[in-house]
């Protein structure tokens, strides 16, 4: 999963574990660190548009912005 903040790709279920994930009525997103998680939960709207586009490119590498 993309890490929406830093761009970073993290493992769901590993964060999922260290209770780094947000789950939401459309997807759980997954974060590398509770700072990116914050940042996320203060901002959702800023950052799901992201994660939308990387799923649709085919969920390999970062997008490019
Ligand atoms: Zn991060």
Redesign the pocket.
Known sequence: ML?P????I?DLAEQREQGLTIERPEREYA???A??LEKFAKDPKRYIPKVERWLATGESAPPRM
């Open positions: 890490d903040v830093c761009d970073m993290v974060f590398c660190g700072g990116c």
